[in-house]
């Protein structure tokens, strides 16, 4: 897909692979880019907006705890931008002691965003398709204990988004859907993870090899930004070092 001139939301675009994916969208030249975020933050906006003059940055809150201002959000973007071509859902948390916040926030708040979404970029009720893309993580497909709440949610997002991307909904709504899942990334996710890290018991297990191989923001959103350019409907992309590569599920 070619992203000049196209309709973007990006939900949690002030987060730290959000805000980096957010300038590579707008280096690619899209129309109009609507970031959805918990907190306001001016001076991203304004960063965004100096990146691309010609583009439309803006901001609408969102609370992914609250199923009405997921609503809300979504019908307001969508009054602003008249379509959407692409949605992100890009927010998260990692916090093995807030356990309900997790599933709220990472799974929940990701299904009724893309409910939302859905609602209004449905070919077969007066939309005009497009993408959804969903950021998991690389523990959504090998579990890993020292964060089992986050890894079940990040389990939830692989296995709702590709149930979306089924061909029988995809023939009839336009809209496809794609599953990210990418390894450790230099956010501030991390950065408070080292400074306290809230894990599902008092102990720690050893890193599994994928977590260990680091990427930085900016690699993480170059990957994430050529997926959303070349992904087919279904597909699960790993984004590991500041590599892409598709990841097919065996056959069972
Ligand atoms: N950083 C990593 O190593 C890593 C690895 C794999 C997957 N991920 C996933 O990538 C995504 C982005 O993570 P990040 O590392 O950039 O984290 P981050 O902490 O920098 O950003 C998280 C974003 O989520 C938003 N958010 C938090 N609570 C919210 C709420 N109630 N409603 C709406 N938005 C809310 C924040 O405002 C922020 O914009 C998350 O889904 C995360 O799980 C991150």
Redesign the pocket.
Known sequence: MDLKNKNVIY????????FCSCKCLLEQGVANLGIL???EDNEKIGTLQALNKAANVFYIK????DVDNIEHAFTAAHDTMGRFDIVVN?????NEHEIERTIK??LL?VIYSTFAALRLMDKSKGGHGGVIVN????VGLDAYGAYATYTASKYGVNGFTRALSDPYYYSQTDVSFITIC????E????ASLRMDAVTTFDRMPPLPKLLCNNQS?EECAHSLVTAIKTAKNGSVWILTSGTLREYNYPDI
């Open positions: 939900v949690g675009g002030f987060g730290g692979i959000g975020d918990v907190f969102i609370d992914l705890t890009g927010s998260g948390i990692m926030i990472n708040g950021i998991s993580s690389i990418p390894s450790t990334t956010t501030a996710m991390i923001a």
